[in-house]
Nanobody, 130 residues
Framework: QVQLDESGGGLVETGGSLRLSCVVS????????MGWFRQAPGKEREFVAA????????HYADSVKGRSTIRRDDAKNTMYLEMNTTEPEDTAKYYC???????????????????????WGLGTLVTVSS
């Protein structure tokens, strides 16, 4: 059984940095395109970032572009999201997702694409204090 486990959430001050990790178990992470979504209280889940299988192609939501980096280390079966200059609006539960079939990271931001993704983690909560 393939599983995604997120970690790295917690309390961050406005303007601070965070690094989230997502470990894949049960199958090589290199089999998957991977990405991050988030859901703030009372809001719908939204796309954050995605990365292609070999890491050569990435795609970011406008809300995090320029202050976030998604990367992967398939030797460790792990994907990361690093975010700088955090804002209270970044407060959300962050979910790792993986898919073998939606191969273009750009496609992950298409409305409704998340409903087709193969695997999800349980999420890690990030709170940015104002």
């Amino acid at each position: 059984q393939v599983q995604l486990d997120e970690s790295g959430g917690g309390l961050v001050e406005t303007g601070g940095s965070l690094r989230l990790s997502c470990v894949v178990s049960g199958r090589p992470s290199s089999d998957y395109v991977m990405g991050w979504f988030r859901q703030a209280p009372g809001k719908e889940r939204e796309f954050v970032a995605a990365i292609s299988r070999k890491g050569g192609d990435t795609h970011y939501a406008d809300s995090v572009k320029g202050r976030s980096t998604i990367r992967r280390d398939d030797a460790k079966n792990t994907m990361y999201l690093e975010m700088n200059t955090t804002e209270p609006e970044d407060t959300a539960k962050y979910y790792c997702a993986a898919d073998r079939f939606i191969s273009s990271p750009d496609s992950w931001s298409t409305q409704g694409a998340d409903t087709y993704l193969e695997l999800w983690g349980l999420g890690t909560l990030v709170t940015v204090s104002s």
